[in-house]
């Protein structure tokens, strides 16, 4: 790594290897995950996510959707194990709370919508999970709406906004340098906080914070976001040391190797899963 300052740190390509597994291992060593999103018009991003969190190397991926996506969730999917919710989000918790409790890391957000229902399944899960919980997109929105949930965890939480996310999540940070910003929100809520953009900045609980190197305009569209929630997911679920920045800077790379291939005009979150299988290699 480059030390930029005492808590700021540049990721370099070496930093983000991943480490060798082991020749006797089985999927039960590789992380057991649990996705919970989409919703009616946002079939996507479930799907974007979940291949990711497949393509990223998690030993069993499970998708909670609602029960009304339920079948286009299990065609799009032949990895990821998809299960409908009930309509109702306290049945719905009760579905979801048991195999949180039997996972190693858990995403909640992406195409969920902004719902009574998502709002009330994303703060369940967040004041009950024991595991680390990425929120994303749809999640983030619910919490900017009701900070003091951050303030009441019991688990780990990851937040991945965007510019515009973050200003609502930190009612006037963002006005700071991107990387003092990131430190500043996430040392205050105990959160680690995922600031997407031009040079992502990955800010931990205790002040540090990695900034990305790898990544390109082309990757500015809809569907990248939820890649990336499932990769963090993966390797969070497998227990990698520095999982999270790590997540971020292979998938600027992936982003950076369909740059070259299709331009930035052209790539799609699809290819950028695809390129995956090159970049981990």
């Known amino acids: 790594m480059v030390r930029l300052n005492d808590k700021t ?9 991943l480490p060798e597994r082991d020749e ?6 590789f992380g057991r995950v649990l996705i919970v999103a989409g919703s009616v018009g946002f079939t996507g991003a479930p799907a974007f996510a979940a291949r990711a969190a497949v393509r990223s190397g998690a030993g069993l991926v499970f998708l909670g959707v609602p029960r009304s996506i339920y079948e286009i969730e299990a065609v799009k999917n032949d990895e990821a194990m998809v299960f409908p919710l009930p309509e109702d989000p306290g049945a719905a918790l009760e579905e979801l709370l048991p195999r949180a409790e039997c996972s ?9 919508g902004l719902t009574d229902w998502a709002r009330e399944v994303t ?8 595991v680390p919980v990425v929120v994303d997109a749809d999640g983030i929105t619910a919490v900017s709406r009701h900070i003091d949930v951050l303030d009441k965890l019991s688990c780990p939480v990851i937040l991945t906004p965007h510019e515009g996310e973050f200003a609502r999540l930190s009612d006037g940070l963002a006005r700071l340098d991107r990387a003092a910003a990131a430190r500043e929100f996430a040392t205050a809520h105990n959160v680690t906080l995922v600031l997407k953009g031009h040079r992502t900045v990955t800010a931990l609980p205790d002040g540090t914070a990695y900034i ?21 997911l993966a390797l969070l679920g497998q227990g990698i040391p520095g999982a999270v920045w790590k997540a971020v800077y292979l998938h600027g790379a992936a982003g950076d190797m369909c740059a070259s291939r299709f331009g930035q005009y052209a790539m799609t979150p699809t290819d950028m899963t695809d390129c995956l299988k090159f970049i981990l290699r």
């Open 24 to 29: 006797r291992a089985h999927k039960g060593d």
């Open 104 to 112: 190693d890391a858990v995403l909640v957000g992406p195409g969920l």
């Open 123 to 130: 703060f369940g899960i967040l004041r009950r999970a024991k």
């Open 9 to 17: 740190w540049e990721i370099t390509a070496s930093d983000a290897r």
């Open 212 to 232: 990305n190197t790898t990544g390109n305009p082309g990757m500015a569209s809809g569907g990248s976001g939820d890649v990336l929630a499932g990769m963090i």
